[in-house]
């Protein structure tokens, strides 16, 4: 069975993007290389990621408008759960599986594609906290970056105790905090 992690950026008040969805405080951190240079080693064990549909548009927006060819720099041929009800594009050589319903409905192609390696949850916040609710939630990684925004999307809109998170490290990478997480079932 390969663990789960919710592997992300948030800034210091705790939003993966501003209220306009954008992640512009992510992209003006100095020092943003070493933080990458991490996550690039993580992305490694990675067998399979699993991100919400506001968050694959976010990245084809992305994808199209500033950076053409990150879908392949940065994910490979990973095999990629979406989850929506809608069809999407998809880029040019990436293995995109669309799914919805219950996590508990899906979760076993996941995990299939996944094998022994790590099954990342990109996001959003609420797709992770559906996770938690299915038993499939057990690790959180946030880098923590020395930004603060009004509003935004919160980084886990869920409540998880105190008595179900146990800090297993903290780093530093260039002006970034990463806390690493167990939950606790």
């Not at 390969?2 to 992209?27: C, K, R």
């Not at 720099?73 to 990436?94: D, I, K, S």
């Not at 919805?100 to 959003?124: E, I, T």
């Not at 609420?126 to 939630?137: E, I, M, T």
């Amino acid at each position: 069975m390969p663990i789960t992690i919710f592997h992300t950026a948030t800034t210091l008040n705790g939003f993966l993007a501003d209220e306009n969805d954008s992640l512009d405080w992510l992209f003006a951190v100095p020092g943003a290389d070493e933080a990458e240079s991490s996550f690039g080693a993580f992305l490694e064990t990675v067998g399979a990621f699993v991100m919400g549909a506001a968050t694959y548009e976010w990245v084809m927006r992305m994808e199209a408008a500033e950076r053409p060819g990150m879908w392949a720099e940065t994910y490979g041929a990973l095999p990629c759960f979406v989850v929506t009800h809608r069809t999407l594009a998809t880029p040019t050589g990436a293995d995109i599986r669309f799914v919805q319903g219950a996590v508990s409905d899906f979760w076993p192609r996941v995990a299939d594609a996944a094998g022994d390696r790590v099954v990342w949850l990109v996001g959003g916040g609420d797709l992770v906290g559906q996770f938690d609710d299915a038993g499939h939630l057990d690790e959180i990684r946030v880098s923590i970056a020395p930004a603060v925004v009004p509003s935004g999307k919160p980084l886990l809109p869920r409540r998880i105790g105190p008595d179900r998170l146990r800090l297993e490290t903290l780093d530093r990478a260039g002006q970034f905090v990463e806390a690493t997480y167990r939950v606790l079932r």
